[in-house]
């Protein structure tokens, strides 16, 4: 359908995202930052949300000048069926809300940025004939619970989501109801199949890293024919330095630093044995909250270590404990898709000691930027390679702040991604004209 007039080089683009600031996760984070460089460039940018959970009186929030219109869903609060309503019962309606807002916007580009948003999304540009990119930024598409994890307590991941691996992971998430999940199985492979068969429709995929990129391709036969690129996530690297800058230092001179989640696919369970096998006396700050804070705190109080765990701090709070440290340790087993606390550090010039996992090695090259380990053990001599050797943290801390400038930097990542929407649309504007 063709579109009014537009100035070269500028585009309307509808943004439909799952989350978005001031209170959110990396994912709304990293969605802020694309829009946020979007409209520096002269682009018109429309946000659109899916919003579930009480109903407000609002249709609309506004962040840094972004009005957000939200869609408000509801859905059961029963498991299975509650997910039922925020997929299959909600894909068609926020469609047509979206196909609405194309229509009205004269949108040239639809851009859907999670799991709540992309199957409308690729609806709503069937609809209205328009091209649609979707950013994968987890493993949604291709296991139920978004992180190939199906025993919390082994570091192998779910080779597949066959209805024998799907007995297996229902247990830990079902907790002593188990049995009475399993009946829910064909549903959960039903909606797997149903979102990647849908989203297998867009006219771009971006994979965040190269190893979301190859699980897509090779964990599903569903995407053979939708074209797949790796786009990281912008990273505002110049926000980030002035944030992390900006107040007084934390007060230990020396000290190492866990940022995230405590829970298992983050290997928080490796995390003291790996310093304590370090032999390093400084300490240990722990900035993240979760299940095994209370298993942590009790290995805290076994150990020899002087462990702080702050619980969850502002970002700014955050920033400045992560540019003062010495090195950041990252045991994560879980696949990391592109890990933001990875990107800050580097970022900032702090040196990581890292589990190899996902698409660590997409930020961290061992000996060049990081150091990257393959078990626990290697781990923990890699925390004391780093900490008894200054010349070799600085090294490494700055080679990961070159590489966050060249390959992640907002600009950078984002003339990517225009360049993209502007091939999709010449290539639909093409076929319009015939």
Known sequence: MPQDSRQPGTLRILISTDAFPPVCGGSGWS????????????????????????????????????QVREYRGWAPPVPFVRNYFKNERFYGPYARVLADIVGAERIDVIHAQHSLSSPAAVIAGRLRRRPVVCTIRDYWPLCYWTDLIHDPRSVDLCPACSSSMMTQCVRPHAGWGWPFALPAIPYMRAN????????????????????????????????SETRIEVIPNPVDVAG?????????????????????????????????????????????????????????????????????????????????????????????????????????????GVPTAAMVTGGTRDIVSSGETGLLSTSPEELGDDVRRLGVNTELRRRLGQAARRRVEERFAAPVVVRRIEALYEELLARVEAGAAR
Request: glycine content about 8%.
């Open 31 to 66: 969605t802020y930052e694309l829009v946020k460089t979007l409209r520096a460039n002269g682009h018109r940018v429309v946000l659109s949300r899916p919003v579930f959970g009480p109903r407000s009186r609002g249709t609309s929030t506004v962040y840094d000048g972004f």
């Open 192 to 223: 797997l199949r149903h979102k990647r068969r849908t989203i297998g429709g867009a006219d771009a995929l971006i994979a965040v890293s190269s190893a979301i990129a190859s699980d897509l391709r090779s964990r599903t036969s569903d995407f």
């Open 240 to 348: 980030i330095r002035s944030q992390a800058h900006d107040g007084s230092p934390p007060s230990p001179e020396h000290y190492l630093l866990y940022v995230g989640k405590l829970a298992p696919n983050k290997g928080v369970s490796k995390l003291i044995p790996a310093v304590e096998r370090s032999g390093l006396e400084w300490p240990l700050i722990v900035i993240g909250d979760g299940p095994e804070r209370a298993t942590m705190t009790a290995s805290a109080a076994r150990s020899r270590l002087n462990v702080r765990l702050l619980g969850w701090l502002s970002r700014k709070e955050t920033l400045r404990w992560l540019c003062r440290a010495s090195l950041l340790v990252f045991p994560s087993h879980g696949p990391e898709s592109l890990s933001r606390v990875l990107l800050e550090a580097a970022a900032l």
